[in-house]
């Protein structure tokens, strides 16, 4: 976990992480529920755009560059309301200056719960 983070704060873990791979999980509990007790839909969008920044990151210079969350959008196709879900985001694209994610989340029985489409902007690090 990354201390004093949104992903400290949701309880996500990152599982894998390869160049052009990342997998990570986050679980459904007080944290990551909405009043009405299933998960909250900007939980698993959090998740995704985590996964996709996490991967991006691995892809560029890190000396040189910077990565960030241009546009997500999400599709949410069932409801949760405890366990774990994880998160696999595979770069559809990977250009100069931007990169493309798609990201699924599935349940511990392997359905669908979110897909996901992340734009991440490289741009370069500011002196």
């Known amino acids: 976990m990354v ?3 949104l992903i ?12 052009g791979y990342v997998k990570a999980t986050m679980p459904v509990d007080e944290r990551t529920r909405q ?21 991006a990151f691995q892809l560029i ?30 770069v559809l694209h990977r250009g100069r200056t931007t990169q493309i994610w798609e990201i699924k989340i599935k349940d511990e029985n392997g ?3 979110c897909v996901s489409r992340c734009t991440m902007a490289v741009v370069p690090k500011r002196e």
């Open 3 to 5: 201390p004093n983070t």
């Open 8 to 19: 400290e704060a949701l309880g996500i873990e990152i599982i894998t992480l390869e160049e």
């Open 35 to 55: 009043p009405f007790g299933y998960l909250h839909g900007g939980a698993s969008v959090a998740l995704a755009e985590t996964v996709a920044s996490f991967g």
């Open 61 to 90: 210079d890190q000396e040189t560059e910077n990565t960030f969350g241009l546009e997500i959008n999400a599709n949410h196709v069932r409801s949760k309301r405890d366990g774990i879900v994880t998160a696999e985001g595979q």
């Open 111 to 113: 359905k669908l719960i």
